[in-house]
């Protein structure tokens, strides 16, 4: 009874469960009298989906510099990065790290954040290029268009990563927060981790944990596909072949 519970609320957030959070559902479904399965569900062996625990350690640049050095020599952003690049890949870096967040996905989330910002890596509102007046007239969810690194829409998801990030009423309050490099970079993170910009006719939410490997290396074809997880297949071959050139920066950087 107890194991399709838990794999949809897995499937829901994109990764598996500490053995602590298992106590705690378990408890929760003694309550509720949820008979248990006649095989206990993962009380004592972490899923190696988990991003928040062994990984959590050891995430994060050995060597920034390396790290920059490579990426310029890419040319993604240019041969030259500008403050405001640096400002807005350290605000990436920063929220990946606290997430725990493992090679792959960080590299996915760099490669995204710089296409959805056309490169600035400053977070962006939706159709940045037309005028305030264009969004309230032709955006039905107006005033809560897209705004970040990847684009937030929808009052109900805007109220999502409020309470997501306890920002206690803060982001509602100025919806504009979103355009934070630190709060926009831990939207995405957050979001593409527990799979809030998309899912499919099922209902399973497009996470990173259902794209790419938790440990190590992507290759092209997983990076294309991840691209489910913001918008379909929309320039995936494109930020996949990105997405390779900054994991290259990251294992320089000795992510």
Known sequence: MRKP????????????FTAEEVKEIDALLDRLGVEEDVAAVARTVPDPVSTETAEAATAGLDNQQAFFDSLSESGIMGRTLKPDQVRGLEAVLGAAKAAGWQLAFTAYALATSCH??????????????????????????????????????????????????????????????????DIAAKIMVKGMQEGWFAG??????????????????????????????????????KIADEAIKFQSALQEGGW
């Open 5 to 16: 519970i838990f794999d949809t609320i897995r499937a829901q957030r994109g990764r598996g």
């Open 200 to 237: 499919d006719k099922t209902g399973q939410r497009h996470t990173l944990a259902r794209y790419l490997p938790t440990s190590g290396e992507a290759n092209k074809a997983e990076f294309t596909s991840a691209r489910r997880i913001i918008n379909g297949t929309d320039k995936a071959g």
């Open 116 to 181: 959805e910002t056309n490169y600035t890596m400053q977070p962006v509102r939706e159709a940045y290029w037309l005028s305030e007046n264009w969004r309230r007239t032709n955006l039905r969810y107006y005033p809560f268009y897209g705004r970040g690194y990847v684009q937030l829409t929808w009052k109900a998801n805007y109220e999502k990563a409020d309470r997501e990030l306890e920002l206690n009423g803060r982001l509602i309050a100025n919806l504009d927060l979103a355009l934070a490099p």
